[in-house]
């Protein structure tokens, strides 16, 4: 497809508000930008993976695409150990380069095209409209699944994203939500991806969380699917939850026949984790002390931001796992990223993620202590 087919990339549009936050900054206490615009880590990789790299420097041959069998096998147990969903075949998971390019590659590598429908959520992380037009199939977003209508051939989706805990909104999808999507899916043969990258971060209260599992609920578990992955894929990466983003390490899993339809592909494409990525993969995967840290030090940041952001007069939406605060002043998202911007703190606008989020703004909490208590004063001034 061409190029002018695809949507401009939204952070660019930001340069003026960030030039304006900038300049404010340099006058202010503490000063220099909190930038609080996009959810990159910002804490040291966990010394345990920094190892875990350094000890697989020596790689002169090529690694494999499916990944090796002691990482889809740590994939799967902790898919048993930290989401409740035991029984992931390993031959069922396949490492990627990251979760960004899986999700905007997606509909090409499941072989969708002209005239097939990629479905997403209407607020949402704008790669999943960008993955269907580099296929060449239309994007349609499907907020609920009674908003599509009375059902044809040429109106079904193919694929359907889901994205719980969601990205920008911090939703979280429950068993019951999930199965019936799953239900419908499997009645109408449209094939389910679920993003779930923020899984490890729930900050919902005990009594709301279900009982199964110390995360968010699964696509793959078996209370929404029952004793089959079949036409499921569940989207996972540990950028969030391990401070890998610069690692770009990931993996989906979940049906082992469209795994394996990914992976034939991906072998022709050269699309292959490296070596020393695996290893560190496979030795983050199965160390849960270190995401506990991390979850630790983002809950300090929420609760400092939380309270400085809703005494500033915005009201937060949703926000129940994840690493955004979803917030409305019940005005155009322009306007409170200017607000903002008038003290110091550059934040994403909800419009980014699609009409349906005109009002709100995203705001990351990952940012330094510093920034954070920065970012708290300058709200309370």
């Known amino acids: 497809m061409s190029v002018r087919a695809l949507p401009d990339f939204p952070w660019d549009s930001l340069a003026p508000a960030k030039e304006r936050a900038i300049s404010v900054a340099a006058g202010l206490p503490g000063g220099g930008l909190v930038d609080l615009s996009v ?5 040291p990789t966990p010394s345990v993976v920094q190892d875990a790299l350094r000890g697989a420097a020596d790689a002169p041959g090529y690694p494999q695409t499916y990944g090796t069998p002691d990482l889809r096998e740590a994939v799967s147990a902790w898919f048993a150990r930290r989401r409740g969903v035991p029984g992931v075949d ?6 990627t380069i990251g979760s960004k390019e899986l999700v905007a590659l ?3 590598l499941l072989g969708l095209g002209a005239g097939d429908i990629v479905g997403f959520p209407g607020v949402a992380y704008p790669t999943y409209d960008v993955g269907a037009r580099l296929a060449g199939a239309r994007p349609q977003v499907v907020d609920g699944l009674a908003a599509l209508g009375p059902l044809t051939g040429a109106t079904t989706p193919k694929l359907l994203w889901l994205n719980s805990p969601s990205n920008p909104t911090g939703r979280v999808l429950g068993i019951d939500h999930l199965a019936k999507v799953v239900a419908w899916a499997r009645q109408h043969g449209v094939v389910v991806a679920s993003d779930e990258c923020y899984a490890e971060l729930d900050w919902r209260p005990d009594p709301d969380r279900d009982p199964g599992a110390p995360t968010t609920p699964s696509i793959l578990d078996p209370r929404v699917c029952g004793d089959s992955h079949e036409g499921l894929l569940a989207v996972y990466s540990l950028s969030k939850q391990s401070n890998l983003a610069g690692y770009r390490a990931a993996f989906v899993a979940g049906d082992v026949a469209l795994v394996r339809q990914l992976l034939e592909v991906r072998k022709h494409a050269g699309m ?11 030795v983050a ?3 849960d002390t270190h995401v506990a840290e991390q979850k630790a030090r983002y809950a300090a940041r929420r609760t400092t931001l939380r309270a400085a952001v809703e005494a500033f007069g915005l009201r937060v939406d949703h926000s129940d796992a994840g ?11 322009w306007a409170t990223v200017d607000a903002l911007a008038a003290r110091g703190i550059l934040v994403a606008p909800g419009s980014f993620y699609g009409e349906a ?25």
């Open 272 to 282: 292959i984790v490296p070596w020393a990525v695996q290893r560190a993969l496979t």
């Open 357 to 381: 989020g005109r009002e709100h703004v995203r705001i990351a909490l990952t940012a330094t202590d510093e920034r954070i208590a920065a970012a708290a004063e300058r709200l309370a001034r």
């Open 106 to 108: 997606l509909p090409t």
């Open 323 to 333: 690493l955004y605060l979803w917030a409305t002043r019940g005005e155009d998202a």
């Open 285 to 287: 995967l199965g160390d």
């Open 90 to 95: 390993p031959d069922g998971v396949l490492p």
């Open 39 to 43: 959810g990159t880590p910002v804490d």
